[in-house]
């Protein structure tokens, strides 16, 4: 069994001496357990411990990476990477500044050394609750928690020992009858706080009993809507739907790209305020130093309608002649960091709930996250939950909808922003094969004038 | 592994080993240049027991580490599930070829001159496009031991060649891309760009549809994003267990069109998930699914097969976890029907590439509901142009019934699915 303590100073000394323009080594010890209910039963239980670690050196703006499970023979894997950067690189390379930092960052929480019992005797709780709702077919029960030690070494001097933990739980429930399936879900997390995903009984009473509504609930007829979206959907729409456009590395070597992501353009009206920020505590998304080592901070995306940020890695930051912003992250120690989103939210307005729904004659209320993806222009999220509004109630529910919109018009479609943010730790972010990895989102109610809503 | 076997035999009734490692090579362009190369070493080892009739499961990515994978695992055994199978014994696996030395083999340099000619082929026709391109080979060995006596091992190379490219005009976008993965090299681009080169002539005009239904022609690729997560849910043994699957007593049943066919085929020489065996050891077999339009069979691994009252399918998949049932290849036959013909069918409707989100809705219940990312306004037999801002929503049971034709081109979706085009005659769409 290898120590990523004891290899750590060797590999410090190691990645001092190449010549390469600059080199970084990650090592990584993490455990994990995970329970998985089907219908009243347990269907899985398990515990997983992995060891590895990963050089990156660049050469002449060109990267080599090398992962490996195996920690020993360090050299030759510090050569691969450096080899292999030495084949890739043709031009300059480029790195925004950071000062070297020595730093220990302890986890608040570590959940896996919780005893699994513990963990069984809540998710029993919530199954059987979900199982006192009459007509379910099935439900669907995932709960995972994770804690790992990373350290982070550059050949700048840079030795960061930082702690992160996580846990996440997601409950669905199945109705069916008359050959209809209709799900209900919630999911949940935190940074590692167990008592976060406790106490949430009638959450899980409700999600259930939801499933069965949606059995009789028509589904809405597709076209143009004012939609209200609640704040856990809001979050999702605003990672989907301008979160990812502002991860620079999509921007930062696609010229067309950055004269529309040109810092001041227009996005959406005034009272619209979007930010990313690890710095938040015990969030999902929160952590003190990114994988660059580059200490986490909070970046207003949008102020006041307008483009005035965006997310960095050490690199796009140089090549945009940006600050780095501390998102260079990686699921784990066999992916390079690559510029991804931590908490982001759209600050609070005054609106109450009532005065967003007031004045609308005919709109959708879609609530709760199910899913979401983007292709920078045009993105999808669709809602658990849904409802009609009617005369400025909300009036009968839906089947779930899917919402679609394009980054140029829906934002500026945000016509009343609410005064009641809600961070949602629920779910994880996919991007390129590095998914999912933590991260929360949040929003106040938000009112979208315009949504297209796909339908019968 | 022997050692590992050992212990755990010393403290359970049954016990499974499962080791697997990779050598992953990706090279990967972006901005249209090379950016990156990995190398990437991957070892994992699964310990599965049977104590007191429970089963438990830990893993690891060090193999000398069995004192503590052996603890995890019988802990978690204390409350894990009633074991109902029985672990294989020694059995004779087919033959089947997963393994080209030429992959593992070519060296970087090559891959590299791949990446840089399949970008050079795109951008000489369209010369401001941005791609992205990965050209990746990975070699991959597995053995599995059980206390039983089973034992199986093979060697996998898995070679892929993909890109994605973005084209910006103002303020819109359009996204093209292919990828294709074989257990060979795939050292011809010139296939890859041909088929981005085609997405990009049909996107030039703009075209928009109105709001309402319309017959709708799902290509390959728009068969694999808008019907594939249905079907996969829908034949999955455990969802039909616990009467989730919408044909879980329609087994024998005519309840898709009978032009349509559906198998799951693991044997299929050189396909990336073909392999002699399933992750539980049960040798691999092609497992028809819809047979002209009947509901034929559903996909097992032990655990499942067994509670379910029938035999694995062999399609015990792990990721990370507890073998579960899953696909392998998924291939639909091919109809009688050649895209022109479909084409000229229409007179006014869409043909669609890639639907993004559909998975997002209630795949259960069969629904779909998506994006048009890319996708093109049928007019008079004609693709006339590329629609945007544009979904597209059904229900897989509806539309499956009575198609309107199937194609009689298959192709390789992603290198898992082999599927020709589909034509439904009537598809909910909403638009701005």
Redesign the interface.
Known sequence: MTNIETAAPQLADLIKGYSADYIEARLEESQRSYITYRGKELESIGQATATGGNIRALVRGGWGFASFNEVGDLPAKVELAVKQATLVGREESKLAPVEPIVDTVPAAHNPTIKPLAEKKQLLDEYNELIWRTPKLQTSVIAYGDSHKKVIFLSSAGSHIVQERSDISLRLSAVAAGDGEVQQASLSVGSAGDFKAISGLHQQVERTAKHALELLSAPQVKGGEYTVVLDPVLAGVFTHEAFGHLSESDFVYENERLRQIMVLGKKFGGEKLNIIDSAAVPQLRGSYKYDDEGVPAVKTYLIREGKLVGRLHSRETAARMGEKPTGNARAINYRYPPIVRMTNTYIEPGEASFEDIIADIKEGVYAKNWFGGTTAMEMFTFSAGEAYMIRNGRVAEALRPVVLSGNVFTTLNNIDAIGNDLEMNQGGGCGKGEQMPLPVSNGSPHIRIRKCLVGGR | MEDILAQAKKVAEEAEVFMVSSEETPVQF??N????????????VALRIIKEGR????????P??TT??VA??T??A????KARFELPQKARYPKIDIFDPDTESIR??KM?ELGEELIALVTRHTP?I?CEAMVAKDIITLRLLNSGGGEASYKKSIFSLSMWG?L??????L?VGESQSSCHPLTKPREIADVVIKQLELAKNRASVP?GKLPVILTPRGVASAIIPSLMVAFNG?IVL???S?IGNKLGKNVFDPRLSLWDDPTIAYRPNSRPCDDEGVPSQRTPLIEEGKVANFLYDLQTAALAHTRSTGNGNRN???PTPSPTTLVIAPGKTSLDEMLSDIKEGLIIEQL??A????I??G?F???V?LGYKVERGKIVGRV??T???GNIYQVLKEVAAIGSKPEWVGGFVHTPPIYCPSL?????
């Open positions: 972006e901005a240049r090379l950016k990156r190369i990995q190398g990437k070493q991957n070892t994992g089963i438990g499961y830990a893993s690891t990515t060090d000398t580490d503590r994978l995890n695992a802990e978690t204390q409350f894990g599930v970087v340099e590299i401001d941005i973005s910006i005009r103002g303020t819109d976008m996204f709001s455990k616990e009467g989730a919408p990370g976890g507890l993004m989100g998975e997002q809705g209630n259960l219940g629904d509901s998506g994006n990312l945007k801002d979904m597209v929503s909910s769409v909403a638009s701005k």
